[in-house]
Structure formats: C-alpha cells, structure tokens
C-alpha cells in the first residue's frame, strides 16, 4: 500500500483527525506533555500537531506506521482516552473509572487499541513506578487489523488523584519495537507529574 | 439483501439472506453436475481468477484458524451438504466474532467464528452453509455478473476498490456483492433440501434466525433504537413473516426427528469458545452479547463459562445494576467446574474495590493456584501483599 495512503488511514482510524495533522518535531531535553507530564527525550521524536485533543498526545520516531507513542494525560472520571467523534449511538464509549485497577485501565487502553478489530493480547502486568506513583507497566502484542502487521506493545499508567496517567508504546515485532524500547523505557522513568495548573 | 453491508456493519450475515421472502423457488430441484473451471478469457473466468487471489490473501491472513481438526470439522459439514461437489470446495475458519459465512463462485468456502459460537447444534451451522452451497451451486454470482443493471456495481466492488482497512485479507470480494431477492429464496429452498438430505433437521433453519432476531432486538432495546443502524431491520422489515414462512418450509420438508448433533458440534469448538466469547465482548455489543450468554447459560446452566462471560459482559457495560449482575454471574460460575479460573480474578476485582478484603485475598489466591504464570501474576500478588 501506498504509505501516505496508509498513514492517512492510520491517522484517521487512530486519532479520529479528519483535517491534515502537521509533525513537528521536539527539542531534546525536557518536554512538558499537555502542562501535566514532564518527560525527558534524546531528540529524533516528532509530535503529531492539530490533533486538538486536550489530554492526548501523538508522538513518532520513524513515522507512525512503524512506531507510535502515546500519551493520555490527567484523565479523569467519566473522560475516554480520546475525544471521541462520530461514535455510533449504539457503541457505548469505553470510560475511565477512578476506581479502576490495572487491569480495568489496560482494558480501556484494549478497547482503544482495537476499536478498529485489531486482536489484542496482554503479554505481562506488573506493578512499576511511574509519575512519582505507585503504578503498573504492561506489554502487549496486537495484530494491526489495517494492515495485519503484528505488533508490539509495552504500556506505564499511574492514577493520581483520581486522574489517570498512560503512556503507549507500539511498532511492529520485527525491528522497530527492539529498536526504540531502550529510550521508551528511559522516557517512561522520567516522567514526572505536574498538577493541574 | 446486500450482503456486503451485512459483512460491513455487523452481525446477520447470511442469517437474513436465510429467509427469502417466499420459498417455493428451486422446488424439484436436484443437485447440478460439478463445475468445471471456467475458460481464463470469459467473464466467469476473470471471476474466478479474482476469487483466486482473494484466497491467496485469505490463507495468508492471520484471521484464517489454522486448526486442522476445527476446520476439518466445518468442511466436513459443508461435504454432507454439497455431496459430489465437495472435492470442489475449500473451507475456511475465520477468527471474527460476527456472524456470517459466505461462498465464492471458485468454491471458496469462508465461515466466521461468531456464526459457529452461535449455532446451538450442528444443525443450524450447516443450515447456513447450505444456503452458501446453494448460491454456489446455482452459479448466483455469474448471474449476477451477467445481469446488466448490477454490472456496474460488480465492477466497483471487483474493482478496484482497494481492500484495505477492518476487513483486508478476510476474502472481503467473495462475498461483496448482493443477490438478488429471488436468488435468496432459491439459496434458502435449496439450503433446506440440502439439509434434509445429509440427514439435518431442516427446522433448525428457523431457529437460526429466531436466535438472531432476539438478539437484534435486545440490542435494540439496550440502545433504544436498532432500526437505524441494523441493515437487517432497514431491509427486512417484515422478517417475523419470513420466519414464519422458513419454518413453514422446513416443516412442509418433514423429518424433525433427525438428529441436531448438539454435542458434536460443542466439542468441535471446546478448546476454542472462550477465545471466541471473548472475541465476542470486544464488539461492545452488549445487548446482543447478553442475548447469547442469556441462551447459553438457559440451555446449559452447568456452564460455568457462559456464567462466567455472562458477568463479564454486565461488568463491562457497566450500566445501572451491573455491578450486582455481574456479581452474581460470576458466583454461580465460581462454583460450576466448567468456569475458567479468570472468574476468581473477576471476584477478587469487585471484592478489592468493595473493600472485602478476607474475601479478595480468597478469590486472588484461588486464581493464582490455578494460573501460576498468569500474565498479571505479578500485578495480583501486589494486591495480595497490600493492607495487611
Ligand atoms: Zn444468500
């Protein structure tokens, strides 16, 4: 398939943007995600820009068909983890609960990651500090219904003050997912909480 | 009914295509002579060659079930049914929790695994087999084909329409275009003959399509209107006549005390329906989900599985009163042995957030004895260790 084709697709099907999203990318040093999780980067990360979601953030290293980072900021009671548009009525939108335990959280992250028919599988759950909390960390393989590529996944979520914290790696199996993992896991342990301003 | 719409928005498949609106077509008719493979130049040729790469994708996909006793299961069924023509036929197992099965004119034969999770005996699989046996037989698509005023629809959708998105590499094209009302009750008539010979209850037809009306309109009256979204209700809308009229079908053709092999078909897909009901909970379907697990648990209530996803589905719509609902699923599946050991987690959830917590470290421990190596052992065993 075409790959622009097949980013609009994936950016269309994954994000819900129906206007043309720009990249731009991030400076090295420390990035302040939506004013609430502060995280440090080594550069050779582009963020998806116009994706006018208030708690959401798309980054990419190789472009997204070949790896994609997530991030779901302050989530709070009620909210999704993505601003849902033109849901059909009888497709009840998945909520985060602040009573939720990891494996409620990483079953919403499932509901979002295979909304378009995509075969999830959790691989591990264990608990992992994350954003200055006590949180969990999973990994997961997902075969990409658009294009069956299959896919791996690794996953950090904390809840904090009833607001929960997610941040999403995927790429595909082969290469990609082994290649940025290290600077995944580096991003993950620095992430630091802002409070609400 | 447009089949391709049927494939597209969900659910009921050939299940509505399953009733014609009157079946008397096709009566005395007798099974045609094999098919043999069409010159490359004409048109039924160029459709085959189609088809042909649109197997090739097919067996390549990772939704195809590469498990040669189930899928063996399911093509034997389909060789009862289509006698001679069988050496003619290729089936195919697809992991999809909706419900449909459809032939391609080359004799590709694609079953989805949210039709087998529905049949209640072998019966009702083969009835909608047979009536896909009964297009191919009666050569449906090349008459399609020919038929001008649908040509340019054909052309569209062997077209060039590239195969991407939900549904690349499940064999999409073999079943893109949609038959004609007459050709529907002639696949129906057929169906039911082809029942009645390899020895099925025809009967079954109708409670194929009972089963599927009750759990459209559950949906319906989760959601509060199904009418606008089902493609079944928007070109059926007098299906409780063409029930009516299938049944009147099947029993004109006798032999209701033929076996329905219920058992056979269960222990076809024992190792492979709680993957397939948990495939089925990720529609977000929840009426439609609470239709099925409310029939299955009524049929069988020592299945401690069907208890089991029952509570999950009321867990996770998570409405009014669920909560509770989900609980006392859950309880009757805890103390049926069928239930698998993930309903102890479930347990162990909802006592953790009630604040039970002699109860939670009860029903964490008895799923970690029976899931050691569970993929969030870890993750529990925390729980296990916090607050005393
Ligand atoms: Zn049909």
Not at chain 1, 28 to 46: C, M, Q
Not at chain 2, 204 to 213: D, G, M, P, R, S
Not at chain 2, 300 to 326: C, I, K, N, V, W
Not at chain 2, 335 to 358: T, Y
Request: one cysteine or more.
């Amino acid at each position: 398939m075409n790959p622009k084709v097949l980013l609009l697709t994936l950016l269309v099907v994954l994000v819900g943007c129906t206007k043309p999203a720009t990249w731009v990318g991030l400076a090295p040093g420390e990035v302040v995600v939506h004013e609430r999780l502060a995280v440090r980067i080594d550069g050779a990360w582009s963020r998806l820009d116009g994706l006018q979601e208030p708690k959401h953030d798309v980054w990419t290293s190789d472009g997204t068909p070949l790896d994609q980072l997530h991030f779901h900021t302050g989530i709070a009671e009620g909210e999704s983890l993505v601003v849902v548009k033109d849901r059909p009525a009888d497709k009840p939108i998945p909520r985060f609960r602040k009573d939720m335990q990891a494996q409620d959280v990483v079953e919403l992250y499932e509901s979002f990651a295979s909304r378009d028919g995509s075969v999830f599988k959790l691989e591990k759950l264990a608990p992992a500090r994350f954003a200055d909390e006590d949180g969990f960390r999973f990994e997961f393989s997902r075969v990409r219904k658009s294009d069956e590529v299959r896919m791996r996944g690794v996953g950090y979520g904390a809840i904090h003050h009833g607001e929960l914290f997610l941040m999403v790696f995927e790429a595909p199996r082969i290469h990609y997912f082994a290649k940025h993992l290290p600077r995944v896991e580096a991003i993950a342990q620095s992430a630091h909480l802002r409070e609400k301003a | 009914m447009e089949r391709r719409h049927f494939i597209e928005t969900c659910g009921c498949c050939s299940a509505a295509a399953l009733l014609g609106p009157a079946l008397r077509a096709a009566q005395g008719w007798v099974v045609p002579p094999r098919l043999a493979r069409p010159a490359p130049k004409t048109d039924e040729g160029g459709l085959w060659a189609l088809m042909d790469r649109e197997e090739e994708r097919l067996r390549q996909s990772p939704f195809l079930m590469r498990d040669a006793a189930l899928t063996g299961y399911v093509h034997a069924i389909t060789c009862r049914l289509a006698q001679a023509h069988c050496p003619d036929i290729r089936t195919y197992v697809v992991r999809s929790p909706y419900f449909n099965a459809n032939m391609a004119p080359n004799g590709m034969m694609q079953v989805w695994t949210g039709l087998i999770l529905r049949a209640e005996n072998e019966a009702q699989l083969a009835a909608v087999i047979g009536h896909e046996v009964g297009h191919y037989l009666a050569r449906h698509s090349l008459e399609r084909l020919r038929d001008a005023k649908s040509r340019s629809a054909f052309a569209s959708v062997l077209g060039l329409v590239p195969i991407a998105g939900p549904l690349a590499g499940l064999g999409v094209l073999a079943g893109g275009f949609a038959y004609s009302r007459t050709h529907e009750r002639a696949a129906d008539q057929i169906g039911l003959e082809l029942m009645a010979a390899a020895g099925y209850p025809p009967l079954e037809a109708a409670k194929v399509w009972t089963h599927l009306l009750e759990e459209l309109q559950a949906e319906k009256d989760w959601t509060g209107d199904a009418s606008t979204r089902s493609v079944l209700f928007a070109t059926h809308p007098t299906e409780k006549e063409r029930e009516a009229k299938l049944e009147a079908a099947a029993r004109a053709l006798g032999k209701a005390d033929l076996d329905p092999q219920a058992q056979a078909l269960r222990r076809a897909m024992t190792s492979w329906r709680r993957a397939w009901l948990e495939d089925e909970l990720k529609r977000r379907k929840f009426g439609e989900s609470l239709a099925l697990l409310g029939r299955l648990t009524a049929a069988d209530p020592q299945d401690g599985e069907a208890a089991y996803f029952l509570g999950e589905t009321y867990r996770l719509r998570a409405s009014q009163g669920d909560a509770e609902r989900a609980l006392a699923a859950y309880q009757k599946a805890a103390a049926l042995p069928s239930a698998p050991p993930e309903v102890h987690r479930a347990l162990g959830v909802l006592h953790r957030k009630a604040g039970r917590l002699p109860e939670m470290r009860e029903a964490y421990g008895r799923y970690l004895a029976a899931r050691p190596e569970a993929e969030d052992a870890e993750m529990i065993r925390s729980y296990l260790k916090e607050g005393g």
